[in-house]
């Protein structure tokens, strides 16, 4: 079956640097998602990763490695409004998505 | 700039009622559409999606039907809901053919069955 493994919650200090797993298994691979969804909101884009190697983008960085079946996102100089769940999804060989089940990152003072 | 919108956003049902959700996307043509279920603690759920006009697919079999009227229009119906249809749906879209081809979403609409 095809499975994306995130962790279910995360807590860090505004300020801090935090870095959110993702590992992924499918059928093929065509490129890999996080989206940030504010409670009750819809989710954002936030990255695409389809080559090896790290993508930044401002505050935010996503690194892949596909011989490994993994990806992090990597936020930098966290704010209180960085407080949200993130989505990992990978596009399979048939180019549908396959959703985790989110990360709740929880920013402290 | 592209818009998306779907309504309502908060419906309380009735087990057995019937549903209708709309979703509108403005400021581009012949969009790729797709209606998703989102449940607490589990990933996205495709429900539908469609290339065009009347083409529908559907990825999950279940009592939930989806429509494409006009090119930028898509509605979620059921006839009879059940108590297993409440969550949070999302109508998403995206430009068809591109690399990236990142979903743009609508502000979602919670249902509760009762």
């Known amino acids: 079956g095809q499975n994306i493994d995130q962790p279910t919650e995360m807590t860090a200090t505004e300020g801090a640097i935090v870095q959110i797993n993702c590992t992924y298994q499918?059928?093929?691979?065509?490129?890999l998602f996080w989206y940030q969804q504010h409670a009750g909101e819809a989710p954002t884009f936030l990255s695409y990763?389809?080559l090896d190697g790290l993508e930044e983008k401002g505050r935010f960085s996503s690194f892949l490695s596909r011989s490994k079946g993994y990806s992090y996102l990597l936020l930098k100089e966290l704010q209180m409004k960085d407080s949200a769940s993130y989505l990992c999804?990978?596009?399979?060989?048939?180019?549908?998505?396959?959703w985790g089940a989110g990360t709740k990152l929880i920013i402290k003072p | 700039s592209q818009t998306i919108h779907q309504w309502p956003a908060t419906l309380v049902q009735p087990v057995g009622s019937p549903l209708s959700l709309e979703c509108t996307v403005e400021?581009?043509?012949?969009?790729?559409l797709y209606w998703y279920r989102q449940a607490a603690g589990r990933g996205l759920q495709l429900l539908f999606y469609?290339?065009?006009?009347?083409?529908i697919s559907s990825e999950v079999p279940q009592n939930l039907s989806a429509s494409r009227p006009q090119d930028r229009q898509f509605i979620l119906s059921s006839k009879k809901l059940l108590l297993s249809d409440s969550g949070f749906y999302l109508c998403?879209?995206?430009?068809?053919?591109?690399?990236?081809?990142?979903?743009?979403f609508g502000e979602g609409s919670r249902l509760t069955v009762l």
């Open positions: 998403a879209w995206s430009v068809p053919g591109q690399e990236v081809g990142e979903l743009f």
């Open positions: 400021g581009t043509s012949n969009p790729n």
């Open positions: 469609s290339v065009g006009i009347g083409q």
């Open positions: 499918t059928s093929g691979f065509n490129g």
């Open positions: 990763n389809v």
């Open positions: 999804a990978v596009r399979d060989s048939n180019y549908q998505l396959i």
